[in-house]
């Protein structure tokens, strides 16, 4: 009678309707206790049958021993239990549903939860209620790596130590569903399976330390791509409704996705196995908000240059790139006919300031049928543009550090001419200029300190191969992946060196590590 | 592992304790007597199989009890659906009512709700028996709050 009643000496979040609800919740202190529980318990003690559950969220069947727990004050007791039952349900995901005939490298189980900070918006987005939590037979079907094998789609890393990856089911299986996910940490304590669904060589963005993105090439073959929110810490997902009105973003509960630039892993990944063509990039910013699980433009100028990226973290200001018109460098008769600027925000999109870039960059730049222009990297007030493509015998790489107010040049021996650059910002917001002669890295240069005026060349353990594809994401994370059809001296063919597991990661290049439970 | 004789008296202090709490905390969150008589008697035999493993009872029958709910419910009728609240169980008709009532909120905010009001734990407590954060405990409650304020408003003026 008196149960809820006596629980109004904990102070917890009070307002007005907090004793309504108290004053009702206390009928259910007049329903009378069936008097059998302890024997139904220990009833299902001698039966030794658990109770089985179609849903791994629910499943609690084999906690490992938590032996040292006895050291442990109650709230810790309370959080490691919690982690040694979510290490539990992904194992029994893992070990149950795996189809028998993989002796997949996959097969590893998990023994702790991962930590990741919470965030409003991961919090928006467990109140919303639509994350879905995988079927079994779904986690079936997407842990069998014959139906949907490692390396068939894109891999992103984020700063927290979790991915997310995607696998397409393969010809000759009956799917209902073309694409796959695994997600979980990079250490392999955690680790995931879901089903998504088909789409046009969906690629795969890091939203924040928790969510991912799977979304298709847009705007060219899908006005309204499919996307997909990927969580991480449950292994959960949802679709995101695409909505074309752009929007700001005003809320915690919002989050803006920002795209790697056009040559990113994750891209040319997927470019390397399409059979229909480069995709679209996502270069202008989208937005995800976890109040009605939409994604949809962020409102940007009318000169916005979706040709244009530029690669940033996404985190306060952001930034665009524009030109008349919003056709940035088009070429017409090998001429360079629109000047390109950029624009920054500070409000999330709803006011923009513009910024002219140095006239000499387009001097340098070749025209090229393909070309997008320029490479720009940018860090709050910290700019870095250089022409994608130069045939000049030096490269010129305008940096400014207030904002595009002043600029200054740094001058890079380009001595095999017609040679691309792709400029990213790392985790430590220092400049990397990655230069090549075709389309694969070669060469990296790296700004020391903070310092983006000194790039270093040939650093220990920078230079890249040609037989790597090698970029940087929005939250610095440097993302290398081994070719298996390409070649050091870039002739074609299987390339028996390409490890199993050819996605390495790092923050600093010099320590590259992998995601645990994919290796071998 | 089964536990021996004196880990079951272990188990059983406990079990004394905490039983008629956890028992109307998962009625409010199943809307079915029988239902929350599964999972509280499974989730205690859970804890009777591993014996020593279980360091702290209580808090992992809280934990298991709710996942066990929650399983059976999705194993019944779907993760967001109660299903029909069995009113001959429960005789109360003020309860049956708040149950259809709780019925229409997702399954977090009515664990959250059940854990707070009848469980009596705190925000922090109720994260890490949900395994969530305190900040997103509070944001469950507070739409809890939300959406039973309009249907009872509803149900006032009507």
């Known amino acids: 009678m008196l149960l809820c009643a006596r629980r109004s000496w904990r102070p917890i979040v009070p307002d007005d309707f907090d004793s309504v609800v108290a004053d009702r919740c206390r009928a259910v202190d007049d329903v009378s206790v069936p008097a059998d529980l302890w024997s139904r318990a220990q009833v299902k003690v001698l039966d030794r049958m658990p109770v089985q559950f179609t849903d791994g969220e629910a499943t609690l069947i084999g906690l490992e021993t938590p032996s040292q727990t006895d050291e442990l004050t109650t709230p810790q007791r309370v959080v490691l239990a919690g982690l040694l039952v979510a290490a539990a349900v992904v194992a029994i995901a893992v070990v149950a549903f795996r189809d028998v005939d993989d002796a997949s490298p996959d097969a590893q189980t998990a023994t702790v939860g991962s930590s990741i900070v919470e965030s409003q918006f991961g919090e928006a987005m467990e109140s919303a209620g639509v994350l879905v939590q995988p079927s079994a037979e779904d986690i079936t079907l997407a842990s069998g790596t014959s139906r949907y094998p490692p390396d068939s789609g894109s891999t992103q890393v984020s700063a927290a130590d979790t991915f997310a990856l995607l696998r397409q089911c393969q010809p000759g299986y009956v799917c209902d569903a073309g694409w796959a996910y695994v997600t979980g940490t990079v250490d392999g304590n955690t680790l995931h399976y879901g089903v998504l669904g088909q789409a046009h060589d969906p690629e795969v963005f890091v939203l924040d330390d928790r969510f991912f993105v799977a979304m298709e090439s847009e705007p060219t073959l899908h006005p309204a791509p499919t996307a997909w929110l990927i969580d991480s810490s449950s292994g959960g997902y949802t679709e995101l409704t695409w909505r074309d009105e752009p929007t700001t973003v005003s809320s915690p509960e919002q989050a803006v996705l920002i795209g790697d630039g056009n040559y990113s892993v994750s891209r040319w990944v997927n470019l390397s196995r399409s059979s229909t063509g480069p995709m679209e990039p996502v270069s202008l910013p989208r937005v995800v908000d976890a109040r009605d699980g939409t994604i949809r433009p962020l409102a940007v100028p009318d000169n916005a240059a979706a040709s244009l990226p530029v690669i940033q973290h996404g985190q306060g200001r952001i930034w665009i790139g524009t030109a008349p018109g919003g056709r940035a460098l088009e070429v017409e008769e090998l001429e360079v006919v629109q000047v390109a600027g950029l624009a920054y925000s500070d409000d999330g999109g709803a006011t923009w300031a513009e910024v002219t870039l140095p006239a000499q960059l387009f001097e340098s730049a070749e025209p090229r049928s393909d070309s997008r222009g320029a490479s720009i990297a940018a860090e709050g007030d910290r700019i870095a543009v250089t022409a994608a493509w130069s045939y000049n015998l030096e490269r010129y790489v305008y940096i400014s550090h207030d904002a595009g107010l002043t600029w200054s040049t740094v001058t890079i021996a380009n001595p095999s001419k017609h040679n691309g650059a792709f400029l990213y910002v790392l985790a430590d917001k220092r400049l990397l200029l990655m230069r090549s002669d075709d389309v694969y890295p070669a060469e990296l240069l790296v700004s020391t300190d903070s310092d983006w005026t000194k790039l270093e060349q040939d650093l220990p353990a920078t230079r890249a191969i040609k037989n790597k594809y090698v970029s940087v994401n929005r939250d610095g994370i440097v993302v290398m992946h081994f070719s298996e059809s390409t070649f050091d001296d870039g002739t074609i063919g299987n390339n028996p060196d390409a490890p199993p597991n050819r996605y390495r990661f790092s923050t600093d290049m010099t320590n590259w590590r992998t995601i645990a439970t994919l290796d071998p | ?158």
């Open chain 2, 1 to 158: 592992m089964m536990g021996t004789v004196g880990d079951q008296d272990r188990v059983e202090v406990v079990f004394r304790s905490v039983h008629p709490r956890l028992w109307r905390s998962l009625l409010l969150f199943t809307g079915d007597a029988e239902l929350a008589s599964d999972a509280v008697a499974e989730a205690f035999a859970q804890v009777l199989r591993r014996g020593t493993e279980v360091a702290d009872v209580e808090a992992w029958v809280w934990r298991s009890g709710f996942r066990i709910a929650a399983g059976l419910l999705a194993a019944r009728s779907g993760p967001t659906d109660l299903g029909p609240v069995d009113r001959s169980t429960l005789q109360v008709g003020s309860l049956a009512e708040f149950l259809d009532l709780l019925g229409d909120l997702p399954s977090q905010q009515r664990a959250c709700v059940a854990l707070r009001y009848v469980g009596g734990y705190t925000s922090p407590e109720i994260g890490e028996l949900l395994g969530i954060s305190g900040g997103t405990v509070r944001v469950h409650l507070n739409r809890a709050h939300a959406a039973l304020r309009q249907t009872i408003m509803e149900a006032d003026r009507a």
